[in-house]
């Protein structure tokens, strides 16, 4: 490719540290599509022939269809994708071939195979995403009325409803989509045609180009175009943010398998079993999925400091920009597909839940809040007349509603039996009706929504 200039070829380690092909080929079609955009530009330029430009996009396909399948000879030598299709293009249609990487060089075309590669990409997750939110829906909306202790501290705080807490997981993969789609608006500018860093001579059409392969418009700066992989560290941190999401409902879904909490049991398919111990049942989709998050973290991390230190424009550093993407996505795809089926499958103890959610004196804030909308007590007075309460039914060792009146009034004579009516964990959720609570018309209702938003 540079014999004009070296006399030599590069020694084994130079040719092993520089070839990229060995993950790059992923890139393939996208490599194909963009020169297949930019052989048409060219002759629609009139800066190479139509007959030129019909020999390169059948050779093109040609290609396409050797490497779909498996018929590319794979050669470090040629270093990179781009190298490979250009080679090979030039064994099957001759002089035409040379003439493609006019008015382009390596990278720019790196840069726009890598877009096209993550756009696509962003485009497939949202669709896994959107499934998993379906999944959560629908436990929601059956769940909706289905009573579990609420944790802060993963102490016991107060009641809640499974679908109002996997609709949680709802609202934050909501904004994972969101983040994700922000990321797709802002890269969605087309590098071809900046050429090495300057741009080019020949006057190319970079507006055809563009809408060829289908970006909003041509990036407007070519030494930013050529050097700019801040697109990829956004589609990481997104990833990462995502991540973090589904590894916190992994590990609740970790925590509830365990015999001391027995929310759920996880089926046979996202389950393994020990090798001494035949009554386990682990719940190893979840903690792998608990696990990979640390790359997608660790792959945001790694090209951060890649690209921290590089002067404009293009650097060798960045052909390390794509292993850890390409890495990431494989193993988020994995994750949602995963936690999806887990929650498709899920088989929650309503009746384990419903006897967690009463213990830890878990409405103490509903008694607190009754003396303030029956008696007219200050919230801070209510506050300290129900921990009294909540004292003298631990020193006996009864629940709240297990209390007896004359024991309630020996605090505050004036609170009346009616306050048995919010003292039953059923009464509590019903109760929490403000908007984006966790009473079960509020979830009944968001699923509704939810509903119509994922049509």
């Known amino acids: 490719m540079w014999g004009g200039r070296f006399a030599e070829g590069p020694g084994a380690i130079m040719q092993e540290i520089n070839a990229s092909i060995g993950f790059d080929i992923k890139m393939y079609r996208e490599d194909i599509m963009g020169s297949r955009a ?7 330029s009139d800066i190479i022939s139509q007959a030129d430009r019909d020999a390169i996009i059948s050779g093109l396909n040609q290609v396409e269809a050797e490497i779909e399948a498996g018929e590319m000879t794979i050669d470090p030598a040629l270093e ?10 030039r064994e099957i249609v001759g002089e035409p071939a040379s003439r493609l ?3 382009r060089s390596r990278n720019d075309q790196v840069a726009t195979d890598f877009r096209l590669w993550v756009r696509g990409k962003l485009d497939s997750l949202d669709t896994g995403l959107i499934g998993l939110q379906r999944a959560l829906v629908d436990q929601a909306d059956t769940h909706a009325a289905t009573v579990m202790p609420g944790f802060t501290h993963l102490q016991t705080a107060q009641p809640v409803t499974l679908g109002h807490h996997l609709m949680a997981y709802y609202e934050m993969i909501k904004r994972d989509r969101s983040r994700l789609q922000d990321c797709r608006a802002r890269m969605n500018e087309c ?16 507006e055809m180009t563009s809408n060829a ?6 990036t407007a700066n070519s030494l930013d175009a050529v050097s700019d992989r801040d697109f990829a560290l956004e589609f990481l941190s997104a990833l990462s943010i995502a991540g973090i999401h589904l590894s916190r409902l992994a590990d609740e879904i970790v925590l509830w398998a365990t015999s001391p909490f027995g929310f759920l049991t996880l089926s046979d398919k996202f389950s393994t079993g020990s090798s001494i111990m035949p009554q386990k049942r682990n719940p190893d989709a979840a903690e792998l999925i608990r696990a990979k998050v640390g790359r997608f973290v660790g792959a945001l991390n790694g090209l951060l400091m890649t690209m921290k230190g590089l002067p404009l424009a293009y650097s060798k550093d960045m052909q390390e920009d794509k292993e850890p993407v390409f890495n990431a996505v494989h193993d988020f795809e994995l994750c949602i597909a995963a936690m999806t089926g887990m929650m498709e499958d899920l088989k929650p103890n309503s009746e384990a839940m419903k006897a967690a959610a009463g213990g830890g004196y878990s409405t103490a804030t509903d008694l607190a809040d009754w003396l303030v909308r029956v008696l007219g007590m200050p919230f801070r007075d209510a506050h300290h007349v129900t921990g009294t309460i909540v004292k003298m039914a631990e020193n006996q060792g009864v629940e709240l509603k297990d209390l007896s009146l004359p024991d309630m009034q020996s605090v505050d004579d004036r609170i009346t ?10 009464a509590s959720v019903a109760s929490r009706t403000a908007f984006g609570g966790t009473a079960p018309e509020n ?12 049509s």
């Open 213 to 218: 392969l289908f970006f909003d418009r041509p």
């Open 38 to 44: 930019h052989a048409a530009m060219l002759a629609a």
């Open 443 to 454: 979830v009944k209702a968001a699923v509704v929504s939810a509903r119509k938003d994922l």
């Open 191 to 206: 590098p071809l045609g900046s050429a090495a860093l300057a741009g080019t001579s020949f006057p190319i059409n970079r």
């Open 80 to 89: 990179d994708i781009h190298m490979h299709v250009e080679s090979r293009l």
């Open 101 to 103: 990487h006019t008015a």
């Open 417 to 426: 039996d009616g306050v048995f009516s919010v003292l039953s964990v059923e």
